[in-house]
């Protein structure tokens, strides 16, 4: 399976507006995205402007298909203003002894 992690660093004046658009984004990729496993939003408890999130894909061929879909395209359009950092990390998943 595919992770893909994103840490994102909000602009104080945007955190409320920015918390309902990827919430949306989680339900919608969950939703719309048979290859979209998991979608966790997560803040943190300190800095309420700190946000990751974790998500898995059945695959890599699947997380692509994710970037290209019209919910995710809409959300980074609308977003990327109201980010002050954003880094993103991707893995491989191992569990259970592979």
Request: hydrophobic share 40%; proline share 1%; aromatic share 10%.
């Amino acid at each position: 399976m595919f992770v893909v992690v994103v840490d994102f660093e909000i602009h104080k004046t945007h955190r409320t507006d920015f918390l309902a658009a990827v919430k949306q984004q989680s339900y919608d990729s969950l939703n719309l995205e048979a290859g979209c496993l998991r979608f966790d939003v997560c803040i943190d408890n300190d800095e309420r402007g700190k946000i990751l999130l974790y998500e898995i894909y059945a695959s890599d061929s699947e997380f692509q298909k994710h970037l290209n879909t019209a919910h995710f395209e809409a959300f980074d359009r609308i977003t990327k203003p109201m980010v002050r950092i954003k880094r993103v990390r991707t893995m491989t998943l191992h569990a259970g002894g592979e």
